[in-house]
C-alpha cells in the first residue's frame, strides 16, 4: 500500500470496527444511523489508518463523530475521535473541558 494512498478494505477486520465507541454498530435508531466505514489511508511501512464516520451517534447526543483507528504490528487502537468538529478525549485519557461540548440548557 503507498504511503497517503486511500483504500478500502472487503472486509474491513472486526479487530479496528470493535474499537469504535458503542461498539461496530452504535445504532441509532431516531435516524438509522451506524458505523460506516470510509476508508484506510497507509501511514509509513506495517502502519495504516481506518477512518469511520457515525452521522448521528446515541452516545453523543446524536452528533456527528469521526473516528480513526491506527492498525499496525501492536494491533488496532482508536487514537482520534471528533464529534460535531471537536476533539474528544479516547477512553482512558483525562477529559479536557474544552474538548466536549456543554450539556444542552448549561449556557
Not at 5 to 22: A, K, M, N
Amino acid at each position: 500500500m503507498d504511503s497517503g494512498r486511500i483504500t478500502w478494505l472487503d472486509p474491513c477486520p472486526d479487530s479496528v470496527w470493535e474499537q469504535l465507541p458503542g461498539g461496530p454498530e452504535a445504532w441509532n435508531d431516531t435516524f438509522g444511523e451506524a458505523w460506516q466505514y470510509t476508508g484506510t489511508i497507509a501511514e509509513e511501512p506495517g502502519r495504516v489508518r481506518h477512518e469511520f464516520r457515525h452521522r448521528a451517534h446515541p452516545l453523543y447526543e446524536e452528533a456527528r463523530v469521526y473516528a480513526h483507528v491506527r492498525d499496525g504490528d501492536a494491533g488496532p487502537l482508536l487514537v482520534r475521535l471528533v464529534a460535531n468538529g471537536r476533539e474528544l478525549a479516547l477512553p482512558g485519557e483525562e477529559v479536557d473541558e474544552l474538548a466536549h461540548p456543554p450539556p444542552p440548557g448549561s449556557t
